[in-house]
């Protein structure tokens, strides 16, 4: 395995596509050892992808493409607007809040974060904020995503740890609120600091101006409760749920919101087949390195390394998420769950540590990684989308970085946090 991961991080560096770097490793490894016939390369990547869960995800993918089109968003940025336009820093908060809604649409980190900053980037800029600070709260707001459900990420960890789907949307809900609370503290202090929006910040909205705004939105608003009470109740299952959600989304932005046009469905459909494209490629190439990490037993040789150095599961868990801040440093999240979730799942059942609890911090931290440099691919789309160097974006994104660190250790250590709405309505 060692000479996979020498090849796999070679390939990467010289800036070969992440699939075609983990199935050229896993096969030149295939092909060393005289045990393994090369075609278990080819049935794994085919094995790899027939599953009915797996169908969640380009459903989803293609509803979150469908409902950017629609008119959603721009609603959902006047009741944002609506409920945080008097706050110093109102256009920080309302991209955070924001980020709290679509999370329950896109489902992707990446592609809010690409939504917001050709929406919101520049108007901030103008407003006088800087550079560094509007691309920030709109990269690190976007981490939202990872658990507010429907996470695409969450539905992958589900997928190959085999935990439940709906446990994990539901302990998604409450991490994602204080996150966006957490977040607009951030801002907030910032902004209050600089003097932004000083002479220009809006009076509060009344009451009826913000129940009409969510009026307005209100069939965006319906979506992830309605996928939350679906899957709670057995009425469909997360697949189900992805097949609903694009339904759903063809619904309200042809009949209700009468913004979906057929160009836009196409658009939309072609987004998605290469956003799918991507990630089924990566899952089949990572089936192939998942099947020589059972048969090098990793898993239970990782395990007993870890044990060896404490049985504190606490200290453990904290090793492992100290391990998953460097990886998603080099790695995108998307390959994280696919290679590291068989590895380390095992060990932290092992130590007592609820598969769901892990799920939500693993998917914070890793998609945490886009975020950061060297490599984050959330962190490159901003900048570029923006126009803000990168060096501007990683000195002023740092106090969201802490931000989103504290609350990472709050869940850490309080689980309770995480587990209470499984544990409650399932």
């Not at 976007?142 to 994990?168: K, Q």
């Amino acid at each position: 395995m060692i000479m996979v991961g020498i090849i796999f991080f070679i390939l990467l560096f010289l800036n070969m596509p992440v699939a075609f770097a983990i199935g050229i490793a896993s096969l030149a490894y295939i092909i060393a050892e005289p045990n393994l016939p090369e075609s278990i390369a080819a049935q794994r990547m085919v094995a790899g992808t027939q599953s009915f869960p797996l169908l969640a995800v380009p459903f989803f993918i293609l509803a979150g493409n469908l409902m950017n089109s629609s008119g959603i968003t721009s609603r959902l940025i006047k009741f944002s607007t609506a409920l945080t336009g008097h706050l110093v820093g109102s256009l920080a908060h309302v991209s955070i809040v924001l980020s709290t809604i679509m999370g329950g649409i896109s489902g992707s980190a990446n592609a809010d974060a690409a939504m917001q900053s050709r929406i919101l980037g520049q108007q901030m800029i103008s407003r006088g904020y800087s550079g560094g600070y509007s691309v920030g709260v709109i990269a690190l707001s976007s981490l939202i995503t990872a658990t507010i459900p429907p996470s695409i990420g969450l539905i992958l960890y589900g997928y190959v740890g085999e935990v439940s789907i709906g446990r994990l949307f539901l302990a998604g809900i409450i991490p994602g609120f204080l996150m966006m609370v957490f977040l607009m503290a951030v801002a907030y202090l910032i902004a209050k600091k600089r003097g932004y929006d000083e002479g220009i910040v809006s009076k509060r909205a009344t009451f009826k101006e913000v129940m009409i705004a969510m009026k307005e939105s209100i069939w965006a608003l319906l979506f992830p409760v309605i996928l939350i009470v679906g899957i709670r109740f057995g009425i469909f299952t997360a697949s189900e749920a992805g097949a609903f959600a694009v339904v759903y989304a063809v619904i309200v932005g042809v009949f209700i919101y009468k913004e979906l046009k057929w160009k836009h469905i196409v658009e939309s459909i072609k987004q998605s087949v290469t956003d799918n494209a991507t990630i089924l490629l990566i899952i089949s190439a990572s089936s192939i390195l998942g099947f020589l990490i059972t048969y090098e037993r990793l898993p239970q040789n990782t395990a007993e390394f870890l044990l060896g150095i404490t049985s504190n599961p606490t200290l453990l868990l904290l090793l492992i998420l100290l391990f998953l801040v460097l990886a998603g440093m080099f790695i995108e999240s998307t390959v994280l769950v696919l290679l590291l979730t068989p590895i380390f799942l095992p060990i932290i059942q092992q130590i007592g540590v609820d598969p769901v609890h892990f799920g939500i911090l693993m998917m914070t931290i890793v998609t945490f990684g886009g975020m950061t440099p060297p490599v984050g691919v959330t962190m490159y789309t901003v900048c570029s989308l923006t126009k803000v160097p990168i060096e501007d974006y990683v000195k002023e994104a740092f106090p969201f970085m802490l931000g989103v660190a504290l609350l990472v250790l709050l869940l850490l250590f309080v689980p309770s946090i995480v587990l209470f709405l499984p544990n409650l309505l399932m």
